[in-house]
């Protein structure tokens, strides 16, 4: 009965196994490899997926104001409001005939701001980037003016256009580049 060796020549017993520090090298360099292939990819995909995210979110918060304004028989405005702030918000409001347009947000500091705020959706780490309109107004049969917005993420300028058909319908998809 001859004796088995091991890599380096070295006797072994009979079941131990083992593997060769030329064969770990190899192993986590191949892993290596593969890992700086495939950061990139899961940094971009998750970088869009964030933007994806938040333009699911606004959307969401439009087709509410959509089926608010047709439960309540009224017409409701969504106001977009950039700000100098790393992130941008809109705000829902009942549509005001002596103000149709969005005011202005009160200063931190009043009484009305606490009301304000419970209007308030933010949109931290987004920027609303370019826009056909600055509100968009709910019928109450659901009906809108048709247009649009580009929400950019800051971090990494990934865009998503909210687009608001005449019908009121709302949905979004990925801005094109340029």
């Known amino acids: 009965m001859g004796r088995r060796l091991m890599g380096g020549g070295r006797p072994c017993r009979l079941g131990e196994t083992g ?10 360099a191949i892993l290596g490899l593969v890992a700086a292939i495939g950061t990139p990819n899961v940094v971009s995909w998750l970088a869009r997926l964030r933007s994806r995210t938040v333009a699911d979110e606004v959307v969401s918060v439009l087709q509410s104001a959509r089926l608010q304004a047709i439960a309540h028989n009224t017409r409701l405005q969504v106001c977009l409001y950039s700000t100098a702030t790393p992130h941008d918000f809109l705000t829902l409001r009942s549509l005001d005939p002596l103000q149709p347009d969005c005011p202005a947000p009160p200063a931190t500091s009043s009484p009305a701001y606490g009301a304000f705020r419970r209007t308030m959706t933010d949109l931290p780490g987004v920027r609303i980037k370019t826009t056909t309109r600055r509100s968009f107004v709910f019928g109450p049969r659901g009906t809108a003016a048709a247009g649009s917005f580009t929400l950019e993420t800051i971090a990494d300028g990934h865009a998503r256009k909210i687009i608001v058909a005449p019908n009121g319908r709302v949905r979004s998809e990925e801005a094109k580049a340029g």
Not at 19 to 28: D, H, K, R
């Open 19 to 28: 593997f060769s520090l030329l064969e770990l090298i190899a192993v986590l």
